[in-house]
């Protein structure tokens, strides 16, 4: 089935310790999203890839990075995490950008830091 | 700045129906999605409205009146199931998409 995944499901790391999220889509889809959702919160846009073009939200913190080596794949690097980086990480794809393109969300990463 | 507002939790019975508001301020409207995710989950979408009126799925049914920057979900003859926060999402004049709290729906037998 063609899906978007996310590994992995639970992730725990140390204040400051650097650490990786991964997504990858087989939908084929052009648009990568990555959002931070803190419990009973909306989700929070951090970045998006439309093929190769990054498009960074202006309060995203230079803490956060990504990276997108292919269509398949996108990376979330947190290169010092700290304890209010603690959240569910959800990866969206979509096929395009506007009007009725649905975005569709992986399974999500609950990231805890310790 | 753009805004929208959804109850924060709603408790409804089994068997019954419920109506879940959204109003929204946003700049500019490209449409309307619902999304349900059960605690611990991802999204999953359930509707798009970009023109006004009912747009029926099953259950599921969702408004909308673009004057007024309002939007309902309607979800009938519930079951245990459907326990989970719905959230409404607006794409604004950038494409960008405005995402609500989410409303925790609580079903009861």
């Known amino acids: 089935d063609a899906m978007v995944i996310q590994n992995p499901r639970y992730q725990v790391t140390q204040f400051g310790k650097p650490v990786t999220l991964s997504c990858s889509q087989t939908l084929n889809h052009n648009v990568m999203y990555w959002y931070q959702q803190k419990s009973s919160q909306a989700p929070k846009l951090l970045f998006h890839y439309y093929d190769k073009d990054f498009n960074n939200e202006a309060d995203t913190p230079d803490n956060f990075q990504s990276r997108r080596p292919n269509t398949s794949f996108c990376f979330l690097d947190i290169r010092s995490p700290g304890l209010g980086d603690a959240a569910m990480y959800l990866c969206?794809?979509?096929?395009?950008?506007?009007?009725?393109?649905?975005?569709?969300f992986g399974p999500g990463t609950r990231l805890l830091v310790l | 700045g753009q805004n929208i507002d959804q109850p924060t939790e709603m408790t409804a019975t089994e068997g019954a129906i419920v109506q879940i508001n959204c109003t929204y301020q946003t700049s500019g409207f490209n449409g309307l999605f619902w999304y349900q995710q059960h605690a611990g989950e991802a999204p999953t979408f359930l509707s798009y409205?970009?023109l006004d009126g009912l747009e029926e799925k099953g259950r599921f049914s969702s408004f909308l009146s673009r004057s007024k920057g309002y939007s309902y979900l309607l979800l009938k003859e519930l079951q245990m199931k459907d326990s989970a926060s719905y959230l409404c999402?607006?794409?604004?004049?950038?494409?960008?998409?405005?995402w609500g709290a989410g409303t925790k729906l609580i079903i009861k037998p």
């Open positions: 409205n970009v």
């Open positions: 969206a794809t979509s096929r395009a950008r506007g009007g009725s393109e649905t975005q569709y």
């Open positions: 999402a607006v794409r604004d004049s950038n494409y960008q998409l405005i």
